[in-house]
């Protein structure tokens, strides 16, 4: 019914900048939060950042400061802009989003994952 698609993921440098994005389709009728989120290997999957549909946004310390989300609700897309990168930031990515199908029940959605890999 929905599908999350990320895109952007990949090698970088320390110090360097990835765009990640998100695009949600399907039978969807409205997105309330949408979010990013991370897992290394042999940790548990963690919160990077949310925005709600109105904007407001939350981000986990380890990227305050240096890590933007965005979005574009046209497009039912969501955007991760991080700078200054580091070798701890090399995860697997996963977006979510939290919709509203057009049949009007709610599900939690999550994408396949993009691989960030921070090393010089």
């Known amino acids: 019914q929905v599908q999350l698609v990320e895109s952007g993921g990949g090698l970088v440098q320390p110090g360097g900048s990835l765009r990640l994005s998100c695009a949600a389709s399907?039978?969807?009728?409205?997105?309330?939060?949408m979010g990013w989120y991370r897992q290394a290997p042999g940790n548990t999957r963690e919160l990077v950042a949310t925005?709600?549909?109105?904007?407001?946004?939350n981000y986990a310390d380890p990227v305050k400061g240096r890590s933007t989300i965005s979005r574009d609700n046209a497009k039912n897309t969501v955007y991760l802009q991080m700078n200054s990168l580091k070798p701890e930031d090399t995860a697997v990515y996963y977006c979510?989003?939290?919709?509203?199908?057009?049949?009007?029940?709610?599900?939690?959605?999550w994408g396949q994952g993009t691989q960030v890999t921070v090393s010089s």
């Open positions: 979510n989003a939290e919709i509203r199908l057009i049949s009007r029940s709610y599900i939690h959605a």
């Open positions: 925005i709600t549909s109105g904007g407001l946004r």
């Open positions: 399907g039978s969807i009728s409205s997105i309330n939060a």
